[in-house]
């Protein structure tokens, strides 16, 4: 069973959030999810923030966003953040049976393959930050389904 990010954006108008409609970060990537939550983190990638569950002045449904590990982050924090800093990447496959492999083995301490965040998240990944600071969105928040 896999594990899907659910994702609103915001941005305060009137001294109120509002939803922004665009659709970002929708893709089932446990790098990302290690990355922006510590959620699935199989490469033992250092997160941009601890879990911070919902924002107190969070208007939308919990029941929109998944089911645990609520959380989220400013545009700003994600746009800021050096995603040219290096981090030792730990996740490696074993075969478990004939033509499948399991992704959430650990190579251990030293064992891994140092790269850059930015190597790491991947291409879409900017794509995606770049759509949201054009959106004129100041926060995203989120939940994972199982």
Known sequence: MGCDIHLKAERRMLGVWTEV???????????MFGFLA???????????SEQRGLPEDYVG???DLGDHSYSWLTVEELANFDYDK????????EQIAPNILAGNADTGPGNGVVKTFRAFLGEE??????????SGAE????????
């Open 139 to 146: 926060r995203i928040v989120f939940g994972f389904d199982s």
């Open 21 to 31: 409609a665009i659709t970002v970060f929708d893709w089932r990537s446990y790098g």
């Open 125 to 134: 990944f900017f794509q995606d930050l770049e759509a949201l600071k054009c």
């Open 86 to 93: 290096e981090f030792e990447d730990r996740r490696t496959f």
């Open 38 to 48: 510590d959620v699935r983190n199989y490469s033992f990638v250092p997160p941009i």
């Open 61 to 63: 449904e919990q029941d």
